[in-house]
Each structure stands twice: as C-alpha cells, then as structure tokens.
C-alpha cells in the first residue's frame, strides 16, 4: 500500500496514478479527487468516522481548527463527488465498525470484490488500534490519522 510520503507527492505533483493500478492506495481529503477518469473502473473503499472524530484527527495532523460541521461538509463533498463518477464503485464501512470487529468487516469489503486478505487486514488493524491507544495513554496527537481514508483498487 501506498501512504503518507506518498500522498505528499500526489498532491504536489503529476503523480503517477499509472503506477499504482490494481492497488490499494490510502487517500486523505481531497486527494481521492485526483483520480483519473481514463476509462478505467475502481473500487474505493470510503472509511467513514464521526464528524468530531474527522475535525479533532484533523485538526492533530495540521494543527488546524476545522470544526465539525465543517468536516462533516468535506466528507459529503468527497462522498458526492465518488458517487457522481460512472468509473466508481464506493464501499462505505465506518471505522468504528472495523476496530470493533475487523474481521467482519474485511469480509464485507471482500465480498463486494475487493482483493484482501481479511486475516492479515485485522493483524494491522489491531496493530494500528494498539498505537493509538498508545498514543492516548501519552497524550500525543496520532500524526498519521487523516479527514478522510480511503483504498482504491481497480475492478477487473
């Protein structure tokens, strides 16, 4: 999977979508919208969390001050925007609903045909959960949390 310094390069530059076809590529924010409509078709897995939940991770990671009602508005533009394109198909899972139960969920997302092995997603879900406890336990904002995850992959 693709990530963080990654992603810093997508938004900064013609980033090489090409490369990363047939891939799972973790997006924040707007950068989801830079996907390119070039007859392909994907499949984007829209991780969804509470609006204060979106605005305090938001928030920790720029060091910003959205609120929110304001996240909650980014979100649903995103949202709007993957649902009005022909070339995409969005699986909505809510990230509470993973930490709580990931295997269950994993499975959700592999019957709507995404490639993944959901045993494997669990071990780094409990991974990333037990960081983020963590984090908490040390007061530390958790840098690496974003508005808004989502995973593409490419539909055969």
């Not at 992603?7 to 973790?26: G, H, I, P, S």
């Not at 990931?102 to 959960?129: F, M, R, Y």
Request: net charge negative.
């Amino acid at each position: 999977a693709y990530e963080r310094e990654d992603l810093r390069e997508m938004n900064r530059t013609k980033f090489q979508w090409n490369d990363l076809y047939d891939k799972a590529v973790k997006c924040a924010g707007n950068s989801i919208k830079r996907m390119p409509a070039d007859g392909r078709k994907y499949k984007v897995i829209f991780m969804r969390r509470g609006p204060q939940q979106i605005a305090d991770s938001w928030n920790a990671f720029r060091n910003s001050n959205m609120t929110p009602e304001h996240a909650q508005q980014v979100v649903e533009n995103i949202y709007n925007h993957l649902h009005s394109r022909d070339d995409v198909n969005v699986i909505e899972v809510w990230y509470e609903d993973v930490l709580e139960d990931p295997i269950k969920q994993l499975n959700k997302v592999k019957q709507k045909g995404v490639k993944i092995d959901s045993e494997k997603g669990a071990q780094v879900v409990q991974t990333d959960k037990d960081d983020t406890d963590k984090q908490e336990q040390t007061e530390q904002p958790q840098d690496d949390q974003s508005i808004q995850n989502a995973f593409v992959q490419s539909e055969d």
